[in-house]
Structure formats: C-alpha cells, structure tokens
C-alpha cells in the first residue's frame, strides 16, 4: 500500500519547542523530521518495497519526491525541507488527490500521513473555514475528502492533545476524518515536545500501521516462515449478516495446485538465510517449471492462489493473489471445499498424458447466449425467426430436420408469449408455400408443409393437446420419406 | 451488495385481465418478400401482439439478463393474475431459469377476452406476492442457521414488479393501499411462524401498459414512501419497445448493472464473404466493473453517450485485435458476468461465441489524447463471459526483487523436477457433492489436505539431502507408502524393491550419494548404503501408523537391511583397531552382507513359492533382535546344494540347519572359510580391497 507523507512546511512548524534540559534549541519541524526519520529507516529495512512519495505544503504544495522505494532520496529531500508561509490543508489535500490518482489509479489502497504542528491556518484556506464552506460548493469546488480512492488517513500532530483541544483544532482534525470515511486516526505527542515523545508518537503509528504481517506457508509438513507485502487488510463482507471484520490467518495452507487476479507479493526477509533451503523457492520453482498455481487457504473459506510472478527476464518471485472470501470464489472451479484430491477419482481426471482437466465446470444452465433462445423484442428478430422457416420450407425434404427445429423454437416461444396470432400466420404462410410449389418439387414437400401448418393451427387455439410446450412438431411419415407405413 | 438486499427477491406479477388480451397496435411485418418471388401475392397481414405478449416478453428478458448476470442467489417468483393468481415457480434456485418459467407461461396462455372482467383483478395477484416474499428463500434459511444466535440479521427485504393495465391514478392509489395493508397482515402471520419471515421492506414497481396510439391514464410517479415498510413508484409506458427499454433500464438500475458498448468489432459480411464491417455489441454488467470510470469522472471521456432519446447510459469501449498470451491476467482487478442486451442478434452471437471458443478480445478506452490505454478484457471460463477489468496505472507489485534473494535463494540444487511430479500427484479435482460421502468421511478439501501431509512427512528439499529420492529403484515403494492404505499387491510392490536393493548392495551397485561437502570420494560403499537403508527407514516408519501393511514394509526393511544399529557400532569400533584385525572385520562385513541377501531370498522365495532358488534357511535364527556371532557364516553350501531346486524349504532342512549353526557357533571358523564361496576361499583379498576392485565379486558366485 503506497504511503503520501504530508509535511507541513509553514512558518509555524519553525516555532521553537520550550526545554529546559535540552540544551540545543529545537523546533517542531526538527521533531518531525527526525519522527519522519525513523518511519522511512523503519520502512527501509521492513518495507522495502512499499512506495512512498513526499508532499511539502504551505499556502501552496510541491511533490518533493514522487513515489519510491529509495528511502534515502526521501530522507535527503526532509533534510532539504525549506521554510514556507501559512498553511492551507485543503490545496494540499487536492495535490495529495492528484498525486496519487495520477500514479495508481482509484483502486489502490493508500496510506496518507499528514504531519502538522496543528496550526491550520486563519482566514480563507484555513481547515476551518474550509470545513465551514463545506455545503453548497458547486461540483467543480468540492473538498478533496473523501478521496475517490481507499485511503486511510494519519494526522501526526506535533502538538500535545492539551494544546490542540484549547483551540478547535482538535475538532476540526476529527472532522476531517470523518470526512474520509472515519478511516485513520489522529496521533498526538504525550508529555513535553522533545525527540523522546516524538518517537514514540511514530512508534505508535509503525506499530499499528507498519508492521509486518509475518505468516507461515503450508504444505502439509512442509513449511516456511514469510512475510506479506502488502499487508492485507481486513474484509467486510455483508455488514448485515457479518458484521465483524475478516483478517487473514498467518498461518497460511496450501491446500494443493489446481488451475488462473488481486495480487499480494510476498517474499522473505533475511537475507543471511540465504544458503538454509527454503519451501518457499522449492515451491516457486516447481510452480514456475511446471505452469502450474497453488490454491492457498487464508481463513475459513478465504481462498487464494500462489504462481511464479516474473516482472523482468530474470527476476521472478512467489506471488500471492486473493481471491474474495467466500465458499466458491472462481465459479469454474466449483466450491473450493469439494475440491479433493484425484486419487479420490476413479481414473486420473487430468488423463495419463496430463491431455484432459476436470475444469473449468460447466454451469448447470447455460446462460442465454450459450443457449438458442428467441427473444422477438425487436420485429427483426421475429422476422429472421420465421425467414429462417420459410428459407428451410423451399428445400423440404432435405431440409426437412431444420425445418422442424426451427418451426418447434418459434412455436414454443410463441405459446410461451401466448403469442398465437403468429401461429396462424406462419401456418398460412406455409400453406402459401405449399400452394407457391413448383411441379418439380418432390412430392413430400407439400405433405410436410400442410403438415406443419395443420399442426400450428390446432396449436393456436391453445387446445391442450396440440398446445403442450415440451410437445414438439413431428415430420410427417409419407411413403416418401422411406418409412414404410405411412401416417396421415 | 448486501446479501438479502431488496434484490435477494423479485416477485413479478403479471395482471392476465381480459384487457390484456387487447392489441398493441404495434404491427410487425413478419412476411418480407424478396423482390424475385411473390410479384402479384398478396403478403400475410401484419401480425401484432397483444399488451399480454409484450409483458410477458419484456419480463423475461428482464429475468434473461438478470439470470446471465447473477446466477445464484437472486430469485424470482412470478406470479400471472386473473379472477384468481397462479404462482408459476417458486423461490428455489432450482426453479429460476427461463425455461421453467415458459414452460409456465405457456401453460398459461394469453388472457381469454371472453372472460368476465368483473372478477378478474391483479389484486389477487399482488396479495399473493406479498405472500410469497414472507415465505423464507433457502438462503434465507441457511444463513439463519448458520448464524444461530444472531440469526435476526438474516433481513427479509423484496421487490414486487407489477406488469398491468391500470384505469386511473385513483386504482393505481388502491392498488398500493392493497399491498400495504397485506404486508401489515402477512406481517402479523409471519411473526408465528418458523417458514415464514415478516417483511422489513417492500418495493413496489408498477408499470402500467398502454396500448400504442393511446393517451395514458395514468402518470408516472417516482419513487415514494408510502410506509416504514413499503416504497412505490409508477412507470406509465407504451407497450412494445418502450416496455421493452424501460424494463431494461429497471433491471439495471435494481442490480445495479451498467452497460459497455463494444465498437469497431471487425465481422465478415453474410454476402460479402471476403470483406469485413466494423459492428457495435452492447452488453450489461455489474457497474463495478466502470469503476475506474466513475471516480475518475471520465465516464464521459471514456466515450458514454447516449441512447434511446437520452434513457440509456452506456461505455465505449473499443475492441483490440485479440492477443493470445494472457500476462494480462496477473493485473486485473476484477470479474463480472455480462449478458447481451440483444442476445439473438448476429453482431452479438458472433461475439459471444467468438468468445464461447475460448478466445480474448482487449478492450481499448478511447480517449482524445489519442494513447491507447487498454482498460477490460473480454473472456470466458466455463461457459460464462466475463468482463475483465486491467489495471491501466501503475502497479504497487512492479519490479518484485528475485526470489533468489530472498531466503534459500542461493541454494542450488532444490528438487524442482520431484516437487512438480509431488504437486501433480497432488492436483484436485472436483468431487460431485452426496450426501452420502459426506456422511461416511472429511469433506473433499480435508482429504485433499491429509494427502498433503502424508504425502510431505518425509520430503528433503534438496538434492544432497537424500540418497533414496535420487534412486530409480526406490521409486515404487516410496510412491506406494504414502498412501493412506495398502492393497496385497502394493506391499508386495514395496517388499520386491526392499529386496531389489539387497540385491543392489550384495552386487555392490553404486549409490547417487551426494559428495557436496566431503572430501575426497566421500563415504565408503558400506556406509552409503548404512546411510540409505537409514534413510529409507525414516521414510517408511513415518507411514507406519497408517495400516498394518505399512508396517510390514518396516518389518521387512529391517529383516532386510545389512546390520542391526548394535552390529553398525560395532563396525565402526572396529575400524579404528588394528590394520589386522581391520581385515578381518571387513570379511565378516562381507559375509554378513552376504546373507542379508540370502535372507531376502529366502523371503521372497516364500512369497514367489519356488520361483527362485534357495538354501539359506538358516537364517531364520536371524533376526535383527538376536545377537550376532562374529563367526556366523555356516558352511552349508554342500548339504544345501541338491535341495535348491525344490523350493520350499522342509522342515528337515530347517532342523538340520539349524542344530548345524548351533554347532558352527561353538568353534571359532577359519577367516578363509567364513568367506569362502562353495568351501573356495579367495587369498589376498585385501590387495583388490586396497585396490578398490569389487571384492565382492565372490559374492555373486554363489548364484
């Protein structure tokens, strides 16, 4: 999940902080930095492959650094940081909007940290009178909150709680969280402003927000330790029926290799480990060489799947991807509890020579475009329908198989939209037919259009026994048919 | 989506009044003659259908795209009202199909004009919906079981979408009275009953059905509260398409899809075979799948327009020659069923089954800028299209480091090759639900599971790590041990290849023991062999608490395998003594690794009656738990040599045998004797043993 830290660069954050025992003088913006610091030095060694860009505003805002995963062009550029005028939360929020739309798109999780020394300005641009305008802006003026993208936004106040309550900014600072959805939290420092509270302010927000999701990956008695990148966040499925939250369990099963979207990436740290086997290689490996994807159980009927991801030529990694949690998550695949094991199976579904597989599963209705059905909402429809009899009716007999097909689709939808003037003139236009016959035709024609047309008309009356929907139209038996005895 | 949203439920109901059988003046030329034939025919009268008809047709094409769109889990209940209702399916998953309801419909047939129109009404057919939307849906019932004490979060929410003619706004007002009044009573039923559940809110959707030509008698109205409990609305529409493009726009907006227009599909012409025309195909999906649309505000960009005098939304999106690789895949966010709107047309059906086939269309988001961004991908798995949504921005997974890297990563000789025959093994398949199986034993994925563990109790990772994986011969007992039970025929399988490698050790085969890490030619044969039988050893006794059969595969291991653990101690002392004594010892290794053999022999003699030659009975003294004499080797090759041919040892043979060993052990043997051949004894053996010939070879000898 990409991180946009949010540094407050006015003039207040260079207000000195009032220590006795310090002996060099320190301002907030010190404190940020170095709490700043210890988030991209956690990020660096825990992190490495999360994205971070950081954002400096006053009255205006700059991208300082887009979104890396070079944690030391981010610290450089926080040790650059310049001194600008008074703050403007809401210009800056629209730029954190862009940046991140620009970069991700609307899907993407992000994470926002905005540090402030929670002076939010006065006048015009303040948060507050930002938040006093909210209503009745014209579409183009909206609040940059909520962001059209999942974000969870943190506010590092350098500023104790004491402090912002004796002003609204506290309030203010808690609206804007609401405004994003309640997603995130306000951080404020304990006790007196001084390194020691601020990095424990940061300590709170790693550990919360960035700490790693160690797990553990199964294959029956084999195993290996790994760690999630990103961390996967807890699901809401039906707050109605499931109101809790569904996490990940860390202990991660692979239930077995089965046939092909969200990817998480996952790799293992430590790199000293390098020369101890691993399963996890062993399994990327055999994954990759075999073509194959690992169906892997996350919880109770969470599901998703491992596969050799590779990004370049030579780099490849074990990449995971969820599937959404639920019973059946793929339909091809059928429920993923039912899913056993081929020795189970009486003969090997996959075929000797690996030429079959038991998936993808066929639905048990075929949905309408698989299936030949007749709609007539448009009069084309309905005119091709009954061209389609009247092409097959001049070549009878050898026709004849089509003929009826097409007559018996027309006729069941039209008793089924109780549609029986059409009955009628289709038989009239078959009896048309019949009498339109050139004298060379063969004589069974003109037997198996009377037929047909005969039997449509009894079916128009809606008599039950001509007009039954699973009845179909059968070709007449004529001595020309070949049948033998024949039946009128 | 909540699960038991408005939508979890529809009831249709369709007024089947004599009024209904009245035309919709909407006229379709169904005879088109072409210009060579019927010069002077008269063509067949224009055929229209009636308002009964057109409700029916436009219902099902509303239950058509709903059931392309979500399979499971929404239902209708459609319901035709005339003096009294008739229910045509019911709420079971089972029931919801289109067929089933034409079959009904048909069944039904259109409204008989004939028919007094007194007592006839759709009120019967409305009470009887509010009726059926208390009754519980089997999802219903198992997620109230399911959830048990929580079970009144299962909600009962439905919509009612009423098909009819109605006279005036004031019968329009009764007809909501009606429903509102039977919900309160139904309600009030309900709250007694264990099949049934009260309604927690009810859509009414009326639509009144005029004919063409016709000025309406009723107004349209927005949605409105009519209660806590029930929300109507009035759509006054013309019968024929308009019924048609309003029912569509409904069915949109109550399952919340959104509709994407296909451009420029390249398709050969019926006449002109060899050209091609460049065709539109509009399809409904879920609107999540415009997502990315809708937040960016690029809708618009994206090619929207509308259709239909401005009733209809719809994307543009434009069709890419297809490609074959689908790397595409690893980068989408999401799947969504999708149904033609014009399902029969041939610009669609050419689609769908150009899709049907197993082939891909990208889709490419037109925009201005003139870059191609590709946005969706159109395919199918099982017989279902979906459309696909790629990511189009940059991905947070770019530039993963190698996995090299990582942990394990530089350790080079993993069994990739074994690992991908394990997870082939190990491939599921999907098992047919029963209710029988499901009472005798674990479900399918548990056993899948279990076979997992049996399968890795004993797996190395890596190459150096075992000798018994790297050998052709152990194959078929380590891929029969796993298994949760043994037939006859597989331990027979396992004991044959325990005898196949007594038989390797005795011609003294080499072994693929890995020389990584020691120096020089690595373990000596016998030690390689120790370590193979050890390893062997673990493989099966993790299996043997599976069946008894498993565990006469260990038995027949340890009968088998040269030395008791004592006797290998013992061997290893001994190296460290004197050179003399070192010789010596190295015979009686010899020796004793001779009989093991012989043992084996005797043992599949007994399984092979008479197959195979044998003398050797009497080793049966010689158990892995008995103690080893040092001077063991019984001088029986004599005696033995005119009985080999008849098989199964006698009972004389074995006494005899037997008080003969008891005798060799009261006296300690000559060296040359104990490993002699037929009495011959090699001299000098230790020159080839230093030479590093096969010293050995007598052993095959006795053969």
Known sequence: MPTVVLMDASLSMTRPVSLEQCSEELQRKNLAVAGLTMLFEHMANNYRLEFTSLVAFSSLWELLVPFTRDYNTLQEALSNLEDYDKTCLESALHGVSNVVQQEWGHACPTQVVLVTDGSLGIGKGSLRHSLQTLKGRPEDKKFPLPFPFPAKLFIMCIANAEELQMTDTMHNLEQLLQLNGGDGQIFTMEGQLCLKSVQSMFGRLIDEVYSPFPAVLRCGNLASDVQVFPRPEPVFLDEEIDPMPRHILTEVDDVGPGTTEEPEEETSANQQAGKVPN?????????KVEGMVALVQLGPEWYGMLYSQADSKKKSNLMMSLFEPGPEPLPWLGKVSQLGPISDAAENPYGEDDSKSPFPLQPKIKRSYAQNVTVWIKASGLQTDVQKILRNARKLPEKTQTFYKELNRLRKAALAFGFWELLKGVAELLERECTLLPDTAHPDAAFQLSHAAKQLKLASTGDSQYAAFDQNINPMHTDFSGGGAAGM | ????????????????????????????????????????????????????TCAVECSMEYCRILYDVYPLKKLINYIVSDSEFHILNSWRQEDQSTHELMSALAAVGPPNPQEDPECCSVLHGLVAAVESLCKITEYQHEART???????????????????????????????????????????????????????????VLVHIFPQGEDTLVSDRPKKEVSSLLTSEVHSVRAGRHLATKLNILVQQHFDLASTTITNIPMKEEQHANTSANYDVELLHHRDAHLEFFKSGDLHMAGSTSRDSGLKETVTLKWCTPR?????????????????????????????????????????????????????????HGGEIFLHVLNSTRSTLEDPPSISEGCGGRVTDYRITDFGEFMRENRLTPVPESPDTEASGKPPAERAK???????????????????????????????????????????????????????????????????????????????????????????????????????????????????????????????????????????????EDKSWQESERLKGALERGKEEQGESEVIKDSPDSPEPLNKKPRLDEIQLPEKAKGPVSLLTMWTNRITVANSRKHQEFAGRISSVNNKAELYQHLKDENGMDLHENGKATR
Request: some cysteine.
């Open chain 2, 450 to 592: 279990a076979q997992l563990e049996r399968y890795t109790r004993y797996w190395p990772m890596i190459i150096s790590q075992t000798t018994i994986f790297n050998m052709q011969a152990v194959v078929p007992l380590a891929n029969l041990i796993v298994k949760e039970s043994l037939s006859e025929e597989d331990l027979l399988t396992c004991q044959k290849t325990v005898y196949n490698l007594v038989d390797m050790e005795r011609k003294n085969d080499p072994l693929p023991i890995s020389t990584v890490g020691s120096r020089g030619k690595g373990p000596k044969r016998d030690e390689q062999y120790r370590i193979m039988w050890n390893e062997l050893e673990t493989l099966v006794k993790t299996h043997v608490a599976g069946s008894e059969r498993h565990q006469r595969v260990l038995d027949c291991i340890i009968a088998c395998r040269s030395k008791p653990p004592e006797e290998e101690e013992r061997k290893k002392r001994g190296r460290k003594r004197e050179d003399k004594e070192d010789k010596a010892e190295k015979s009686i290794n010899k020796d004793s």
């Open chain 1, 279 to 287: 399963f996890c290689v062993l399994l990327h490996g055999s994954l």
């Open chain 2, 324 to 380: 074959t690789n689908s790397v595409e895949l690893h980068y989408c966010t999401g799947a969504y069923r999708i149904s033609p709107t014009d399902v029969n047309s041939r610009p669609s059906s050419c689609l769908t089954n150009f899709l049907l086939n197993g082939r891909s269309v990208l889709l490419e988001q037109p925009r201005k800028s003139g870059s191609k961004v590709i946005s969706h991908m159109l395919s199918s």
């Open chain 2, 1 to 52: 989506m909540k699960m038991f949203s408005v939508s979890h439920k529809t009831a249709f109901v369709v007024d089947h009044c004599p009024y209904m059988a009245e035309s919709s003046r909407q006229q379709v030329e169904c005879d088109v003659l072409t210009k060579s034939r019927g010069q002077g025919m008269i063509p067949l009268a224009p055929v229209s259908k009636s308002l009964w």
């Open chain 2, 146 to 204: 399911t959830l048990m004490d929580t079970a009144d979060r299962v909600a009962n929410r439905g919509r009612i979408i009423c098909l009819t003619n109605a006279k005036s706004d004031t019968h329009v007002r009764m007809l909501e009275d009606c429903v509102q009044e039977t919900i309160l009573e139904q309600n009030k039923m309900a709250a007694g009953s264990d099949r049934l559940m009260s309604i927690q809110q009810c859509e009414l």
